[in-house]
């Protein structure tokens, strides 16, 4: 039942009679109709813990129930709220819409109130949470993300309420970083392409590149123009304007801009505004499970885009690009935020354990003298001679020792590591692997995220404390010791996954779902109730 804004005033008008009549016309003394509706409210509430402190502490008073303007516009804002609920790409009927109208236009007594006062709390703050924070808790739907949502009690949300204006309040309950506001425009802009009928018929082809002409040239030619990246045209060529168009689009979809539209290409141009759609969803779910502060200066990776920022205050002032976990069950690197202490360099490889029992025990049983630029430690912390170890005896539970690779050019981390501390041994890295930054999709690591230009990425950490950070970082690198150089200010890292994602200028930036990540949030959104609309004009 979709209701204007103005039948949602008339009703929410009415549930808050100052006399609420019985039957006949008889009215309740005063006092039996206050013991009404507080019983009806401690019983509604008892199974919600968070509503029913709430009511307990303000001893069964209404909030949106409560006569006057102020229980008025606190029913206004809350079922305009959830009439928009999928503005935010958020399911209305998870919020029991139309329950709450039919419960608003059917209130005749003391306990119809009662419950209908709990029934708004619990829509209320469910709405909050979601709108807030998500709807999911992120490590439910793939173990990979290991974020933690910035959660708050939910009577909070009833207690801060009273207090404040409501549909300002309300509103601001949704992420306002400029990310999840432009994600909202993205939403909108794509549901009135879908409305309008799309980007129109798909390219049929392999590869298209300059110098082509016929059909599908045409309909490569079209979608770029539906699209907005190529102005009207009627030639069948694949000219020098098609092949700018193509490169342009390349670059907002983290494409290698060769001007040639080859299979990925292709592929991408040939998904639909749909398809498109539900990355930006799912983008909007993400950026509500880090709505929380990021730090003035903060690191942000984002997987997709095989690239690793530095942003002071909103600005990305350094950029370049990374390697991250190859797609296998056990390379994926994970989503987590964590803070930055401090950067190694000329750090030693503590080999860990999964892959020296995994990859270099089976070598070492073949060949004891294998990888030989490793060293084995004992449990004494002893180089061990591996003459004098049969490596054929030991199981991957039972293999003893530790493995070390000291610092060096061919070192597995290159010549810096930076330190964010956490459970997952996850931390960002040079490469002696140099070869890989040229690839267009980078998955290749062990989780951990390999950084393209790692000096200047420490350069950029050390300028906020160092008068000559460049001089500072090659010191200690001269030197060949291994030597942790402590950030002053520690600062936040975010590895973060979006498909989709924007800038303050531009269109919208789209990438592959490289772990199928955002495939398994979309059907858990879509088995919500959460659907793609169309919206006209």
């Known amino acids: 039942m979709m209701l204007s804004f103005y039948s949602i005033k008339r009703f929410v008008a009415v549930a808050g009679l100052s006399a609420v009549l019985l039957g006949t016309g008889a009215v309740l003394p005063a006092s039996a109709q206050v013991t009404a509706f507080k019983q009806a409210v401690a019983e509604s509430a008892a199974r919600h813990d968070e509503v029913a402190a709430f009511y307990r502490e303000n001893g069964y008073q209404p909030i949106w129930t409560a006569e006057g303007s102020q229980g008025l516009a606190r029913r206004k804002a809350l079922m305009s709220a959830l009439q928009n609920a999928d503005d935010h790409a958020l399911p209305i009927d998870r919020y029991g819409f139309d329950t709450l109208y039919q419960q608003m236009a059917g209130a005749r007594t ?57 549909q300002r309040y309300i509103t601001d309950l949704a992420p306002r970083t400029p990310e999840y506001l432009r994600l909202m425009k993205e939403k909108m802009r794509l549901e009135r392409v879908t409305a309008s009928g799309g980007w129109g018929p798909k390219v049929n082809a392999k590869k298209l590149e300059p110098g082509d002409s016929g059909n599908a040239v045409v309909a490569l030619r079209n979608r770029l123009m539906a699209m907005g990246y190529l102005d009207r045209s009627a030639s069948r060529k694949f000219d020098r304007t098609v092949e700018k168009a193509v490169q342009a689009f390349q670059i907002d979809h983290g494409l290698d801009a060769d001007g040639v539209a080859g299979g990925g290409t292709i592929t991408e141009i040939n998904r639909s505004p749909d398809y498109r759609l539900q990355s930006v969803m799912v983008a909007m779910e993400r950026e ?31 950029k370049t690009r990374s390697v991250v976990g190859k797609n296998q069950h056990d390379r994926r690197s994970p989503e987590f935020s964590d803070v930055m202490e401090h950067m190694v360099i000329n750090p030693t490889w503590n080999v860990p354990r ?55 050019k061919s070192n597995a981390l290159g010549l810096v590591k930076f330190m964010f501390p956490n459970k997952h041994n996850i931390y960002l890295h040079d490469t002696p692997a140099k070869s890989l930054f040229a690839r267009e999709s980078r998955a290749f690591s062990h989780g951990c995220i390999r950084l393209q230009q790692p000096f200047d990425f420490a350069y950029t950490l050390l300028s906020v404390q160092e008068d000559n950070p460049k001089e500072v970082f090659h010191k200690h690198l001269k030197s060949g010791r291994e030597t942790q150089v402590d950030l002053k200010q520690p600062i936040p890292v975010h590895i973060i996954y979006r498909t989709a994602f924007t800038n303050a200028k531009g269109p919208v930036q789209y990438r592959r779902d490289v772990y199928g990540r955002d495939a398994k949030i979309w059907k858990a959104m879509a088995n919500e109730g959460v659907v793609l609309r169309t919206v006209q004009g």
């Not at 209908?116 to 992120?138: C, H, I, N, W």
Request: proline letters at 6%; aromatic letters at 10%; zero cysteines.
């Open 110 to 166: 003391p306990r119809d109130l009662g419950l209908l006062e709990v029934a708004m709390s619990k829509a209320y703050v469910a709405y909050a949470r979601d709108v807030q924070t998500g709807m999911f808790k992120p490590s439910s739907l793939d173990n990979g993300i290991v974020r933690e949502a910035p959660v708050r009690d939910q009577k909070l949300y009833l207690v801060e309420l009273q207090e404040a204006d409501p």
């Open 288 to 318: 509500r499970w880090l709505n929380k502060d990021r730090g003035q200066r903060h690191v942000l990776v984002n997987l997709t885009d095989f690239h690793a920022r530095i942003v002071d205050d909103g600005k990305v002032t350094f």
């Open 354 to 408: 999964s892959i020296a029992t995994k990859e270099y025990l089976p070598m070492l049983q073949r060949n004891p003298n294998a990888v030989s630029y490793l060293r084995l430690i004992d449990g004494s912390g002893r180089v061990v001679n591996r003459g004098n170890v049969d490596f054929t005896q030991y199981s991957a539970r039972s293999f003893p020792f530790d493995i070390k690779q000291p610092p060096g």
